[in-house]
């Protein structure tokens, strides 16, 4: 009996053997915030339970039956300390559980938020009219806030204690939801089920999805592939979009290469992007079964858009240029699990840090070797001083939700990893789980990413239409001076017909310009709004000015460029060509290589991406005072310790004046900026102040 005991359950130590929780890698048992004492959680393995006799079956339910009288009696005395305990967790911390294991509930959940996409509903039984038209506002409100999709939490009172529904309440609570859904053009899916009193009573959390009228209305979650070079990037998202596993030499990559020299080499060195959809009910919707780009707009409720970058050290303008500026909501690491975590990987790592976007880590090839040791040294490298990272290994599908529910919880702390093999498909369903369950568009954005910076977005006036160009494409013979301009709608909607300014061009001026057509996702549409990439054809108006010395096609040159922007005819936008502001200086790492190192001197050519901008400035002779620097200390010794922690290549902020070589750009204060020189990257950091060259 012993030795069957061993196959069969598995014991979960003692909470005290885990006393630094901030740098434990977090797993189904430590994350929920249940507590899980020898006797409290007791895991099932079927699969070994099918090799025993039926009588040695019969001896383990006996056996399990006993451990769970036992573990009723232990969660009972300490009752008091648990709800006392789940106060200071999270929701999805707190209400982390699995079907497959034999954890016990939590008591008692946080209270209900009464902003965000979250709602408790003890039950929803037989409402009337009125309450029924509440219900529909209530839900309605949570939409709103989740973008589209809300999580509602059955059989939970307001203040957090589970007490579960009959099965008849349950039904009837289900009838009604289904009821409200239809009303606002939703449906819902169970994501888990909590059983309560030995399964009289049931608590589950569903997830409810708004189904767009039209592809307009489809707001797009954008994701960025960093990684170092034959991590395996294109074959990941190439397996994702197009639903066939890797043949194991690179096949399912084929498609998101877009030039003959990366076939033949196998690297990526440009940036391409692919779209991943999931239907209302969960289900992934991606160019399996013959469909095309309209079909998968069709089918889908929810929308990301793939962005893959170039893990090769001679690309890395390119990837930093994509990464910025494609603006991702979300950054998934590759990790191979035989060449481990390189140097670029860190680099990448760290950039999503300094940009504040949430990452989560991707360990390909599981099939080729081992990837107990690989996955160490992730979890040692996200749980260093410096990154402070929590990492989440998702092992179950409870841990992609619970991992879903977190990764922009706690300024992104939470990390989570999946193990996964493109060749044989473990792994990959955890994957596609937690995209479908992760927020859509979430506000923690490059430029949004910590509070100081979202008030200041906030309080600053934003143009009503603003559209950033990002690559451009002349078109001959449709008409003098008329471009493709392709870019993110950064504001606002655009519409065919509009006339709108596009600039800043020759000496800060912006120009009039009319659109003729509008492309998204390689279809045309009538109209785009923010959050959506899209191409707009324009057509500039040049000659209602006089341009002196400048030809006519220079001049359309400078407008119809790379970090352009399209804005309002009546908006009067400042063309920026000196500006200040505040970096931390990436350090150079001992015993080697990377990208990162180097102190700012006086007169240094720099090159700076900004949103879309990417241009080459000047660091000038203001310095100013570092961040951290005391405001008591006069200016000489203000600028001896600035110029000294510059010399030292400090990682602490400091302030800086910049002023580009080129030509005036359209930044305003709290914009995200990258410096870097040459393959090193500089630093990160933000626009403090900026210093108009003309009002136009």
């Not at 030499?249 to 690297?267: M, S």
């Not at 959809?277 to 991606?286: E, H, P, S």
């Not at 600028?639 to 305003?668: G, I, N, T, W």
Request: with cysteine; aromatic share 4%.
């Amino acid at each position: 009996m012993a030795s069957m005991d061993r196959c069969l359950v598995t014991f979960f130590g003692d909470g005290d053997n885990d006393s630094d929780t901030d740098c434990q890698s977090l797993t189904p048992a430590s994350y929920s915030g249940s507590k899980r004492a020898t006797t409290a959680g007791v895991e099932i393995s079927n699969q070994s339970a099918d090799c025993f006799k039926p009588q040695r079956r019969q001896s383990a339910r006996a056996e399990r039956r006993r451990l769970k009288r036992n573990s009723k009696s232990s969660y009972n005395t300490e009752e008091d300390d648990d709800r006392v305990q789940s106060s200071n967790l999270t929701r999805s911390q707190t209400m982390h559980c699995s079907k497959s294991c034999g954890e016990l509930l939590p008591s008692s959940l946080p209270p209900e938020n009464d902003e965000g996409n979250i709602e408790y509903k003890l039950k929803l039984v037989k409402p009337t009219s009125s309450r029924l038209e509440h219900l529909v506002t209530q839900l309605k409100w949570r939409l709103a806030e989740g973008q589209g999709q809300a999580v509602y939490e059955l059989g939970v009172e307001d203040n957090g204690v589970v007490l579960g529904l009959t099965k008849m309440e349950l039904n009837e609570s289900l009838r009604t939801l289904e009821a409200m859904c239809r009303r606002l053009n939703a449906k819902y899916t169970i994501l888990r089920e909590r059983q309560i009193d030995n399964g009289t009573r049931k608590a589950q959390e569903i997830l409810i999805r708004r189904l767009p009228n039209d592809n307009i209305e489809l707001v797009e979650s954008r994701l960025a592939v960093l990684g170092n070079l034959d991590a395996g990037k294109s074959t990941l998202l190439g397996v994702l979009t197009q639903g066939d596993l890797d043949n194991g030499r690179g096949r399912a990559r084929l498609n998101l290469f877009r030039h003959p020299h990366e076939i033949q080499t196998g690297y990526t060195s440009s940036v391409s992007s692919e779209i991943l959809g999931f239907d209302a009910r969960g289900n992934l919707i991606n160019y399996s079964g013959n469909r095309c780009v309209e079909d998968i707009l069709d089918e889908s409720s929810k929308l990301y858009r793939l962005i893959d970058l170039a893990g090769h050290i001679r690309y890395q303008k390119t990837t930093l240029r994509g990464l910025i500026a494609h603006d991702p909501h979300l950054v998934m690491l590759v990790v191979s699990s035989v060449t481990g975590l390189t140097d670029m990987a860190q680099e990448h790592a760290a950039l999503a840090v300094g940009l504040q976007v949430p990452f989560i880590v991707v360990i390909t090839k599981i099939d080729l070797c081992d990837h107990g040791p690989v996955l160490a040294s992730v979890e040692a490298w996200l749980k260093a001083t410096g990154n402070k990272r929590v990492p989440l290994v998702v092992q179950t599908k409870d841990d992609a939700i619970t991992a879903a529910d977190n990764i922009f919880q706690a300024g992104g702390s939470v990390t989570p990893v999946f193990p996964l093999s493109c060749v044989t498909g473990s792994g990959l369903s955890l994957l596609t789980e937690f995209l479908n369950v992760a927020p859509t568009n979430p506000q923690s954005r490059i430029g949004l990413g910590s509070r100081h910076l979202q008030q200041q977005q906030q309080q600053q006036q934003r143009f009503a239409q603003e559209f950033c160009v990002d690559s451009v494409a002349s078109l001959c013979g449709s008409g003098k001076f008329s471009y493709v301009l392709s870019g993110p709608v950064l504001n606002g909607q655009l519409r065919e017909g509009e006339l709108l300014k596009l600039g800043p061009g020759v000496d800060g001026v912006f120009v009039t310009v009319r659109i003729t057509g509008l492309n998204r996702n390689r279809l045309p549409c009538g109209a785009v709004q923010a959050g959506h990439w899209a191409s707009v054809t324009v057509c500039l108006q040049l000659e209602d000015r006089n341009w002196g010395s400048h030809s006519l096609p220079r001049v359309a040159e400078s407008f119809a460029r790379r970090g352009a922007f399209l804005i309002p005819l009546n908006s009067h936008p400042p063309a920026v060509l000196s500006f200040s502001a505040e970096v931390a200086l990436h350090c150079r790492q001992r015993g080697g290589g990377g990208l990162s190192g180097g102190p700012l001197r006086h007169n240094q050519p720099v090159n700076i991406l900004c949103g879309i901008v990417c241009q080459q400035a000047i660091v000038s002779n203001g310095f100013l005072a570092s961040a951290s620097a005391s405001s008591g200390l006069n200016s000489s010794k203000r600028r001896q310790q600035q110029q000294r922690r510059m010399d030292c290549s400090v990682a602490s902020p400091v302030q800086v004046h910049l002023r580009f070589a080129k030509q005036a750009e359209l930044l305003r204060p709290g914009d995200r900026l990258v410096l870097r020189s040459g393959h090193r990257l500089l630093g990160v950091g933000r626009v403090l102040q900026t210093n108009n060259l003309l009002e136009s």
